[in-house]
């Protein structure tokens, strides 16, 4: 605003916060709901993993997934209830992702295995447990996972 403001001037503002208010209750939301904000909280943690902050990350997938699991005011229809079922497989796989980077095997370990008991499947899954399962030295188990994994997508590059 010239001339009381010169272009490239240095601002300063003083913000007051004049409330906090919780988000939307999950379990409250009917499963479209809940499904549109688990996917907008697994894009957040999307971005932050994209920035390399993990934990930022893993908080975020965490939050989706509480969105993505809580029981619904109704029964999801067949269609919805896949679409949160696919949500969650991919949240966890996001989650193991993110623990892998931040160190935690453990947690990785057990994103595996929940991603695995909803979608036995996931090739993510299967492949990301695999690999963790020969860093602990469980290589006939491991073996189990990655070749099942490359059975599911031959072509895969990794």
Request: with cysteine.
């Amino acid at each position: 605003r010239e001339p009381d403001v010169p272009p490239e001037a240095a601002l300063l503002f003083e913000v007051t916060l004049l409330s906090v208010r919780d988000g939307p209750d999950p379990q409250a939301l009917p499963p479209a709901a809940r499904l549109r904000l688990g996917m907008q909280r697994r894009d957040r943690g999307n971005f932050h993993f994209a920035r390399g902050d993990f934990a930022a990350a893993l908080r975020s997938y965490r939050l989706a997934l509480r969105a993505l699991d809580g029981p619904a005011a109704a029964p999801p229809a067949p269609q919805e209830d896949e679409e949160l079922r696919e949500q969650r497989v991919k949240c966890l796989n996001n989650c193991a992702a993110a623990a892998l980077r931040l160190r935690r095997e453990d947690e990785a370990l057990a994103a595996c295995d929940a991603a695995l008991r909803i979608s036995p499947d996931s090739g993510r899954a299967l492949l990301r447990r695999g690999q963790l399962l020969a860093q602990r030295g469980r290589d006939a188990e491991a073996e189990l996972d990655l070749r099942r994994a490359l059975a599911l997508d031959p072509t895969s590059k990794v």
